[in-house]
């Protein structure tokens, strides 16, 4: 007998304030205004220029800037999935090493910073995508550094995940994991 699906539970992620995304504007605008006076006096290109690469620069701005607030961490079944920035990862809650679980907070547990950006999407107090973690793959959705839930998972990678209750994810995570045990 099969299980009736059940409708994602929804995990709110820990905010990241908005000024952050001054390390994103401020060069992009800089950019922008140095390609704007180069090209004003170079005598080897046309103003008609500006009107290809100014919006470029701001879809481009526009694109990155819509990224950053694409964030969610929501129970799917028997799954959790965490979606940021330009980043899914879909993980079966039976591959998790939930007895190795522990919210930290990265300032005191360096051990568990991301070290090394593989392919991911970052500005100070913001990470997302994939990561290494020492010797480890880790997928992150930080956007607060003082309380990231770490889960260990089976095939020795790692998620790092700002929830704005690490608790009640770890514990909805828990009660998941149990039923799947009794079998």
Known sequence: MSRAPTPP???SVAPAPIWRLLWLWVPMAGAMAVVTVTT???SQRSPLELGYTLPFVLLVTGVLTWAFFRRRIF???DDLVVVSTF???RVPVAS???DKARIVDLAEHHEFKPSHKING???????SGHYRLGGRKAFCLITDASRVLYLPLRDDSVLLLSPEQPRALLEAL???AVPA???
């Open 121 to 127: 999407y970052a500005m100070p107090g913001f990470q």
């Open 40 to 42: 004003l006096q170079s």
């Open 75 to 77: 129970l799917e079944g």
């Open 181 to 183: 045990r009794a079998h």
């Open 174 to 176: 828990q009660a998941l």
């Open 9 to 11: 539970l929804a995990f």
């Open 96 to 98: 998790l090493q939930l």
């Open 87 to 89: 980043y899914r990862r």
